[in-house]
Structure formats: structure tokens, C-alpha cells
């Protein structure tokens, strides 16, 4: 099955996300939360605890991308980032509701991440139907 650019293109922006915000934190944590007014300081426990995340993010984000390129592994990929982008709108959703309004760019980036983690659904559920629905498959007599 070969992937459609309408897939590909938001593969390719889910894991190019992923990738980048990963990879951010990462490796400069303390610059990427100061954008959201919050200030980390040097507790090395703290920079760890948000580094592993990030890594995980990034890798994350490598697997999403590679299914812009790879047919084989695009409705994967596809769930992958529907599951990433999704899960984090939830989190958001929880914490909103637990702890209260935060800065706006956080609000901006749950905006992001259920339109990116719907799109990847959508992907999904495209593909599917795409392998399910093909004139190709041919049934058993």
C-alpha cells in the first residue's frame, strides 16, 4: 500500500514536532520552559526528570517522521502520533482542571497538539479503511 501525501504530510508534521520539542528539551530545557515563564534553575534532579522525557519525545518523534517516508510503517506511525499528541491534550485537560488555567503558550500548545493528534486519528482511520476497502484485496471464494 503506498501512503497518500495527505498522511504523509502530517506525519511528517507530527514527527517534525515531536522531534523538535524533544529534542529541545533535552538538550536545553531550562531555555525551552523560560518561553512559558517558568524558571528551572539548576536542581539537577529537576533537569533530569525533564530531560528523560524529552529523549523519549525525540525518539518518539523519529518514529512518527519515519512513517512520512516509510509506507510500511505509516498507519504505525500514524497511531504512534495520534497516541503522543493526544495523550499530552489530555494531560493538559487534567492538569487545567486540577490545577487551573496555566500560561497561554501551554494553552496554544494543547490547541497544537489535539489538532496534530486528530489529524494522526485521522490518518489512522485512512489507512485503515485504505487496506480494508481496496479493490486489490480479493476475497476468498
Not at 132 to 140: D, G, I, T
Request: hydrophobic share 55%.
Amino acid at each position: 500500500m503506498t501512503t497518500q501525501w495527505f498522511d504523509r504530510a502530517i506525519l511528517g508534521v507530527a514527527g517534525v514536532t515531536a522531534l523538535g520539542v524533544g529534542f529541545a528539551i533535552t538538550v536545553v530545557p531550562a531555555g525551552f520552559y523560560a518561553a512559558y515563564d517558568i524558571a528551572l534553575g539548576s536542581n539537577p534532579s529537576l533537569l533530569n526528570e525533564l530531560r528523560a522525557p524529552g529523549a523519549s519525545l525525540t525518539a518518539l518523534g523519529a518514529l512518527i517522521l519515519a512513517g512520512a517516508f516509510l509506507s510500511g510503517v505509516s498507519r504505525f506511525s500514524a497511531a504512534l502520533g495520534a497516541t503522543v499528541f493526544l495523550a499530552y491534550a489530555f494531560g493538559r485537560f487534567v492538569s487545567m482542571g486540577l490545577d487551573g488555567a496555566p500560561h497561554s503558550g501551554l494553552v496554544t500548545a494543547l490547541v497544537v497538539e489535539l489538532v496534530i493528534g486528530g489529524l494522526c486519528l485521522l490518518s489512522v482511520v485512512r489507512q485503515t479503511n485504505a487496506v480494508r476497502f481496496s479493490p486489490l484485496k480479493q476475497r476468498a471464494a
